[in-house]
Each structure stands twice: as C-alpha cells, then as structure tokens.
C-alpha cells in the first residue's frame, strides 16, 4: 500500500499573480459576463477572477492578453 500525504500549505501553481484592486471590475472574454473577483487568502489557492457562467479562472496575465 502506498502512503499517502498531503502538503500542510497546500499547492499554489503560481504564487505571483497580480491582484486587482477591490473596487476593480472585469468582463469573461469567452462570454462578456461580469467576473467575480476572489479574495487574495493564503488559503486560496486559484486566479483572482473567477466567470460563474464559463466555470473558468482568469488572471489579470490572461485577460490582458486576449486584448
């Protein structure tokens, strides 16, 4: 049997994102809808912009390169 583990802080795919502001305001590029902006917690661990609509995560990287 394997043994099994986890990582006490977890796993963050890239640790340097750059956040949006508070007040900041996005639209998805894949279906224009109004992105909900995630809070920036250590414990999370995904983009700061998430499309409810799409399911899908942006970053600030990925929607300023689909300009």
Same mark, same amino acid.
């Given at each position: 049997?394997?043994?099994h583990?986890?990582?006490e *802080?977890?796993?963050?795919? *890239?640790?340097d ?9 996005r ?13 920036d ?13 799409c ?5 600030e990287?990925?929607l300023n390169?689909? *300009?």
């Amino acid at each position: 049997m394997q043994d099994h583990h986890t990582h006490e *802080k977890g796993l963050k795919y *890239k640790e340097d994102y750059l956040w949006p502001a508070l007040d900041a305001k996005r639209n998805c590029p894949k279906c224009n809808e109004a992105l909900e902006r995630q809070e920036d917690e250590p414990t999370y661990f995904g983009k700061p912009w998430w499309c409810g609509k799409c399911q899908w995560q942006f970053s600030e990287e990925d929607l300023n390169s689909k *300009k």
